[in-house]
């Protein structure tokens, strides 16, 4: 099993930045993926951005690109998410996910384990 702890989260305003984290522990050996989903109220999780536990390929939303950025620290077993130029409409439960197939990374259904959520909202 594998166990995943966000943080991070929290209100800021329109145009600032956040870094939500996600610390991963137990079988870490069998990740092959790590993917951050989010969730608005009323609406369907979607794929935000997703990196190999390699970390060697990253991937994004497209609506995403530009303003946020995946990382991973080997060492620490953490994965980052760097949000910059914030909008109200990222206002969203944010979780991270890890799938141990090679599978569609921006499908949520290809991961196995998921952390508990951390909340972002952004101001207008």
């Known amino acids: 099993q594998v166990q995943l702890v966000e943080s991070g989260g929290g209100l800021v305003q329109a145009g600032g930045s956040l870094r939500l984290s996600c610390a991963a522990s137990?079988?870490?050996?069998?990740?092959?993926?790590m993917g951050w989903f989010r969730q608005a109220p009323g609406k369907e999780r979607e794929f935000v951005a997703a990196?190999?536990?390699?970390?060697?390929?990253?991937y994004y939303a497209d609506s995403m690109k530009g303003r946020f950025t995946i990382s991973r620290d080997g060492a620490k077993n953490t994965v980052y998410l760097q949000m910059n130029s914030l909008k109200p409409e990222d206002t969203a439960v944010y979780y991270c996910a890890a799938g141990f197939s090679s599978g569609s990374y921006y499908d949520a259904g290809q991961y196995n384990y998921w952390g508990q959520g951390t909340q972002v909202t952004v101001s207008s």
């Open positions: 137990g079988y870490t050996f069998s990740i092959y993926n």
């Open positions: 990196i190999r536990w390699s970390g060697v390929r990253t």
